[in-house]
């Protein structure tokens, strides 16, 4: 079960670990420099649950990084001197209404107690301007679990995943059209995955990556309206 304090504690006490353990993971980062060409100007962008920020590099300037984690913050701030940081809950997001042109929530939202993911994504919803874009990761499965020694810090984690077909619908009620999906290897792995390439208006996979062993799915949806 997650209780979010937990969750934080753990990320500020295993910033430097868990920026350590982080690979490239290829087929996310190419999802993520496909999002950030496809917003539109000014293309500000809220990386949601940023962490270290890992993917700040490769978002516009002036992108808003936004985590529970104190230490996680301190982290970009090192590495991103300029990056606008804000400790928050992105279950209630401290951000005016159309604020964004693009949200990014990379496993992230995992860390959110799942009874909190519709409104959550609604949350992203209401910070997005009307045609704005999100790119979010989910598991492929649902799973709730924990680990007590996570990364071999003797520092326990919690996690609730919905799942890619429950994301897809939480995504449509919040008003968003799921473009594309994208499979990909484990957060903190750099293998190769694969990616399911479909562009129809329900976000039906094509399934032409043959990716559906792979753990996470990503997905790059619209805001309607």
Known sequence: MVEKNAVRRSYDALAEAYAAARGENTPALEALDRFRDALSEPKRVLDAGCGGGAFLGRLPPGTVGLDLSREQLRL??????????????????????????????????????????????????????????????????????????????DVGMA????????????LRAAGFTVERTIGVPEALDDADGGEDGSDDADGVDGAEGGDGDLPWRVFDARLDG
């Open 159 to 170: 996690w609730e995943i919905a799942g890619e077909e429950a994301t897809r619908e939480q």
């Open 76 to 153: 970009v701030a090192r590495e991103h001197p300029d990056a606008g940081l804000v400790q928050g809950d992105m279950t209630s997001l401290p951000f005016a209404v159309d604020a964004f042109d693009g949200v990014l929530a990379y496993w992230s939202l995992i860390h959110v107690p799942l009874a909190e993911h519709p409104a959550t994504i609604a949350e992203f919803a209401r910070v997005l301007r009307p045609g704005g874009r999100l790119l979010l990761s989910e598991g492929t499965d649902r799973w709730v679990g924990e680990n007590p020694d996570w990364l071999g810090g």
